[in-house]
């Protein structure tokens, strides 16, 4: 079965630290990429998104994410972190032979100390 | 944020109890989905709705019926839920088209349900 995994569950950084939080998905064809984020007391609205071309990708608020093919990865990426990036991350996948189906990751909590 | 609301935000109900739980897109997309988020597990996809039909049934039990009157109101009916079911449900839509039937959603605020 497909699945999607976000190994990290919590994250702690101080300001102006790096991330790098991993996002893992079992399919072996062509794939849709998401990563939706959910700030505290609000929605949960998109990052940054993977259809095809350029496997670096950029989204809002300065973050980025790494398609590797061949590593089943799409890793979200920020140099530096502030403190209003503080929320939920959750990593999706869609499988084109399942055009109807998508498929969340558990989400990673991130913490930013001031 | 106004493009996905959703009714009740909290909702209390016992086992044999029914209600509904409302979800109203105003952007004009065409898909619109269900989904529930329990704690430490991942979002679960229940229903999708394209074109007011409904394409998808993510193995979800009966006691839940979704209902798509048009394509910017979506409804979720309950009845005879179990405790477990206590969840946030999340109503979702997007503008799908031939060559990405799956692009950005946007999520609505949830309705936080307690089976009691």
């Known amino acids: 079965a497909q699945s999607v995994s976000q190994h990290n569950h919590h994250v702690i950084l101080s300001e102006a630290a790096s991330l790098e939080l991993g996002c893992n998905y079992s399919?072996?064809?062509?794939?849709?990429l998401f990563w939706y984020v959910q700030y505290p007391g609000q929605h949960l609205q998109l990052l940054l998104k993977?259809?095809?071309?350029?496997?670096l990708v950029k989204g809002i608020k300065g973050f980025e994410a790494e398609f590797i093919k061949s590593k089943f990865s799409f890793n979200l990426r920020k140099p530096s972190v502030q403190w209003s990036d503080t929320a939920e991350y959750f990593c999706?996948?869609?499988?084109?032979?399942?055009?109807?189906?998508?498929?969340f990751g558990s989400g990673t909590r991130l913490s930013i100390r001031p | 944020e106004t493009g996905v609301t959703q009714t009740p935000r909290h909702l209390v109900m016992g086992m044999t109890n029914k209600k509904s739980l409302k979800c109203e897109q105003h952007?004009?997309?065409?898909?619109m989905y269900w989904y529930k988020q329990s704690a430490k597990k991942p979002l679960e996809l229940m229903f999708v709705?394209?074109?007011?039909?409904?394409?998808e049934n993510n193995s979800v039990p009966s006691r839940f019926s979704p209902e798509c009157p048009n394509s910017s109101h979506l409804f979720l009916h309950l009845h005879t839920l179990q405790p477990e079911d206590s969840a946030l449900y999340l109503c979702?839509?997007?503008?799908?088209?031939?060559?990405?039937?799956?692009?950005?959603?946007?999520f609505g605020p949830g309705t936080r349900l307690t089976v009691l």
């Open positions: 993977y259809f095809s071309g350029d496997p």
């Open positions: 952007l004009g997309h065409n898909a």
């Open positions: 999706a996948v869609n499988a084109d032979s399942s055009a109807s189906k998508i498929i």
């Open positions: 709705y394209n074109f007011k039909e409904q394409t």
């Open positions: 979702a839509s997007s503008q799908t088209s031939g060559s990405n039937p799956w692009d950005t959603q946007y």
């Open positions: 399919y072996g064809g062509t794939v849709n």
